[in-house]
């Protein structure tokens, strides 16, 4: 079984890859399949959210353990222009580009856990997990 | 290479995606409907999504796209298969086809077209 995998996040190809490959490392942890597709569904907005914003960056997704249960972390950098006030970018409906401004507050409906870190300048990291249980 | 096959039936149009989609094959299907539309003079389009594994805010945004523009060509258009996962994060996500058309399948979807369609000011009624 695969515990890690690295998504190169390039273009809009490579989201629909990021989220097979979320997809299947979520199926093999034990996931039932509508947290696969919830899984999947918020790699594929934060993958967007790179291809929009940042043009380019990565996601790693591998196993965790918590207090006993296992669990999947997504954490998607890239070292693109950053967001300047996270808190409005974070409020639903927000967008400054074509998006409909769902991608990462959405994003965070759909896992357990989700932060966010951005420095202007120098880029954005999101970090987010769902936990088997 | 055509990503998502056309078909014709009728006064109708059915794309059927076959496989998970890109955003250019989804930029690619809007250009090909809007194209067929006017070609073969269709008063309705089904897009039967059933293969997708996730419609996430992009997707949802060019299916709407897609329904609207189309509508502006004079074609109704209805959305079939969302398979209730699918639906489940596209709630989750905060996503709706607010006046698209959506039907359970392709049996539903043409039923539902059917009905859209007579309804239509001028022709016969």
Do not use: C
């Amino acid at each position: 079984m695969e515990n890690e995998t690295l998504t190169e996040i390039r273009s809009a190809v490579d989201i629909v890859t990021a989220r097979q490959r979320g997809r299947a490392l979520a199926l093999d942890l034990g996931f039932s399949g509508g947290d696969v597709t919830l899984i999947a569904a918020a790699i594929s907005e934060v993958a967007r959210n790179i291809v929009d914003h940042a043009k380019q960056g990565q996601i790693v997704m591998h196993r965790i353990h918590g207090k006993g249960d296992p669990g999947i972390q997504i954490i998607a950098t890239d070292e693109g222009p950053g967001i300047s006030d996270v808190a409005q970018a974070m409020q639903y409906g927000y967008s400054t580009r074509k998006g409909l401004g769902v991608g990462l507050p959405g994003a965070k409906w759909l896992m357990d856990e989700f932060d966010i870190i951005s420095h202007v300048g120098k880029g954005t990291t999101v970090t987010m997990k769902k936990w088997l249980r | 290479m055509l990503q998502v096959p056309i078909l014709k039936q009728g006064g109708y149009l059915i794309a059927s995606i076959q496989s998970v989609l890109s955003d250019a094959d989804l930029l690619q299907l809007r250009d090909n409907l809007a194209e067929r539309v006017g070609r073969f003079r269709s008063r309705g389009v089904i897009i039967d999504v059933t293969v997708l594994d996730v419609i996430d805010s992009f997707a949802t945004r060019m299916l709407r796209a897609i329904a609207h523009m189309l509508k502006l060509r004079g074609a109704e258009t209805v959305i079939v298969g969302i398979q209730p996962d699918v639906a489940f994060a596209m709630v989750q996500l905060g996503l709706t086809l607010e006046g698209v058309g959506t039907a359970l399948d392709l049996e539903e979807g043409l039923a539902y077209l059917n009905t859209r369609t007579k309804q239509l000011p001028g022709h016969g009624k």
